[in-house]
């Protein structure tokens, strides 16, 4: 049967039992320095064509975990696959299989773009880099197109581009590569509300039309039912939240999450009790 062939039934990504430790080294000479976990005990899976969402105050952890899925860390513990294949830190050769499938859209695209590089040759550059056979002009077109961006726009350099332009040309250098997974680091924040809207439907639309996938790390939980079907809460290092979130925003289990959604959603915090005492309030 079509669709439960074992190809199908192993996640896109999958991460089991990730620990990251730091060292700091101790104001006190005299002490062995002690190691800070910073991510405990992480599980997660991800399907072709999922959009889920990562959520969790600022120093929970979510960029760390985002490098150790990108293969940029190593983790102390655990493993991650994809398609069933070991990821790990290694030569950008070695890795390339893996930053086809799986690419990156950053915080910042106006300070992640080189402003020397015209639109065209920074969506070249990744195809250039992966060694990506076949016609780049064909996809550089593709990706202009799957952004919502005029071709005039080719020839522009990152200065005369706006913070949304700026965005999309980011996203287009990803998907350029044709890519499964696409890991976006707050690509919402720092856009205009109409510009957030657009961006939030052409992540719709890739997850619908192309089974692209999305891992999306926001502080603010207010985009996660607009995005995300799943939402993962990030506490502290660990995920103490992973549900459809529909089911997350109905039901918080814990009072953090509470919290978190009481911030994100002012109306929704009169329907909910309030949190208990010792609960963590975010701060963004
Ligand atoms: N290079 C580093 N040096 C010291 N502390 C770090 C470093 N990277 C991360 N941390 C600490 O790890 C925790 C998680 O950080 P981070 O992953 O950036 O969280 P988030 O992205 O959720 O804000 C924080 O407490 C942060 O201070
Ligand atoms: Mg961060």
Redesign the pocket.
């Known amino acids: 049967m079509p669709g439960l062939t074992p190809e199908n039934a192993e996640p896109l990504l999958r991460a089991e039992g990730l620990y990251k430790h730091?060292y700091?080294p101790s104001l006190a000479f005299w002490r062995a320095r002690q190691p800070?976990t910073?991510l405990r005990d992480i599980h997660l899976s991800i399907q072709p064509g999922e959009r889920i969402g990562l959520a969790?105050?600022?120093?929970?952890?979510?960029?760390?975990?985002?490098n150790l899925l990108l293969a940029l860390n190593g983790a102390d513990a655990g493993s991650i696959t994809c398609q069933g294949r070991p990821v790990r830190p290694a030569s950008t050769r070695a890795l390339r299989w893996y930053r086809r499938l799986v690419q990156y859209i950053p915080q910042d695209p106006a300070s992640s773009l080189d402003p020397r590089m015209s639109v065209r040759e920074l969506i070249r550059e990744p195809l250039v880099r992966l060694s990506v056979e076949g016609h780049h002009g064909r996809r550089i077109d593709e990706a202009l197109d799957r952004v919502g961006l005029d071709q005039k726009f080719l020839g522009y350099r990152p200065g005369a581009l706006s913070g949304g332009q700026a965005q999309r040309v980011a996203i287009a250098r990803a998907v350029a590569l044709r890519p499964r997974l696409l890991l976006a680091d707050e690509p919402l924040s720092g856009l205009d509300l109409p510009v957030r809207a657009k961006v939030m439907q052409l992540f719709n639309d890739m997850s619908r039309l192309d089974d692209t996938a999305f891992l999306i790390?926001s502080?603010d939980l207010s985009v996660m039912p607009r995005l995300c079907e799943r939402t993962l809460i990030?506490h502290d290092?660990a995920i103490i939240e992973d549900r459809p979130t529909a089911a997350l925003f109905g039901a918080p289990e814990h009072d953090h999450t509470r919290a978190l959604v009481r911030a994100a959603h002012p109306d929704l915090a009169i329907m909910m009790p309030a949190p208990a005492a010792n609960a963590s309030y975010p701060v963004a």
Not at 56 to 66: I, P, Q
């Open positions: 730091l700091q800070r910073i969790g105050v600022s120093g929970a952890g979510k960029t760390t975990l985002l790390i502080h990030l290092g």
